[in-house]
């Protein structure tokens, strides 16, 4: 199997930053893209920001400007770097990975266990 865990998530103040990181590990032959969703109480879960291999980036709407994203192919882990944090930024975090994993023929997404991000104003 193929295990993504997180880290890095906790309480943080208005104004704040925390650092996610994520780390890929199992049978994996190749990552094509990495990247953060998160989601609050009630809410769908969204996209907060994606990196392919080849280091394109998306980011969602609401954390462009505070938010950056990268990657580290041969270690096959993800950064979030979260910076100007407020309250609309508390959810949990989840990690995902787009992937082909040994022994299977096409791409799969998987995801982390999630790790909470609280901001306090």
């Known amino acids: 199997q193929v295990q993504l865990v997180e880290s890095g998530g906790g309480l943080v103040q208005v104004g704040g930053s925390l650092r996610l990181s994520c780390a890929a590990s199992g049978s994996i032959v190749s990552i094509n893209s990495m990247g953060w969703y998160r989601q609050a109480p009630g809410k769908q879960r969204e996209l907060v920001a994606t990196v392919t291999s080849g280091g394109n980036t998306n980011y969602g709407d609401s954390v462009k400007g505070r938010f950056t994203v990268s990657r580290d192919n041969a270690k096959n882990t993800v950064l979030l770097e979260m910076n100007s944090l407020k309250p609309e930024d508390t959810a949990v975090y989840y990690c995902?990975?787009?992937?082909?994993?040994?022994?299977?023929?096409?791409?799969?997404?998987?995801w982390g266990q999630g790790t909470q991000v609280t901001v306090s104003s």
């Open positions: 995902n990975a787009a992937l082909w994993r040994g022994g299977f023929l096409t791409m799969m997404n998987y």
